[in-house]
């Protein structure tokens, strides 16, 4: 059973640019959910998707998006890219809507570089 | 509010001795909790998880961890170290009223010195 898949693996933008990442979730998982991994900041949550619906949202500012297509597979967005976007972009899939018992099964990330 | 704290930023021991990463959390309810492992360049594996039923919890790769309210802390512990657990290691707990949104200590990162 292949495991969460996150596209590219590596990217470098420029400011001012913006940035689609992907994320297709383990078969037969319909809910996907974004962290954003810094030095700094630690792991922080972005939002979660369940059945194309955004059911949670973080404290990110609005440049960051995302949206969850009917194959649950999930894309964000970032647009007007700043230099402290610079992170390891992470995706996890659970079986269900996440809970306080939800296994979350994450990806191997994608590398976000703003020059 | 609930929160995790890792203890350590850094832990080294030596090959074949006990490994311990402390965690102390605060819930004002039963929480979730998960110890998650990232080698270099990898993503999130669960090592384990306790959702209020035994306390002490086993996982993989020889690890567990016991559930301590009295002391708010979820401690990991693995009896002998093998250079393999070099990585770094979050505590993670729960959020019960927000679906299951994940909060993660700052990590804790072992090193396995030969």
């Known amino acids: 059973k292949a495991g969460v898949t996150q596209t590219p693996r590596y990217l470098i933008k420029t400011r001012g640019q913006q940035v689609t990442l992907s994320c297709s979730p383990i078969?037969?998982?319909?809910?996907v959910s974004w962290y954003q991994q810094t030095p700094g900041q630690g792991l922080q949550f972005l939002f979660e998707y369940f059945s194309e619906t955004q059911r949670n949202k973080g404290n990110f500012p609005g440049r960051f998006s995302g949206r969850q297509f009917s194959n649950s597979r999930s894309e964000m967005n970032v647009s007007t890219l700043e230099l402290g976007d610079s992170a390891l972009y992470l995706c996890a899939s659970s079986l269900g809507p996440s809970s306080v018992n939800t296994e979350a099964f994450f990806g191997q990330g994608t590398r976000l570089t703003v020059v | 509010a609930q929160s995790v704290t890792q203890l350590d930023s850094h832990v080294s021991v030596s090959e074949g001795t006990p490994v311990l990463l402390r965690c102390n959390y605060s819930s004002s309810y039963s929480p979730s909790l998960f110890w998650y492992v990232q080698h270099p360049n990898k993503g999130l594996q669960l090592l384990l998880k306790?959702?209020?039923?035994?306390?002490l919890v086993k996982g993989i790769n020889g690890f567990e961890a016991e559930f301590k309210k009295s002391e708010t802390s979820f401690h990991l512990t693995k009896p002998s170290a093998h250079m393999s657990d070099a990585a770094e290691y979050f505590c993670?707990?729960?959020?019960?009223?927000?679906?299951?949104?994940?909060?993660f200590g700052q990590g804790t990162e072992l090193s396995v010195k030969p």
């Open positions: 078969s037969g998982h319909r809910s």
């Open positions: 993670v707990v729960s959020v019960w009223n927000q679906g299951g949104k994940l909060i």
């Open positions: 306790y959702t209020s039923a035994a306390t």
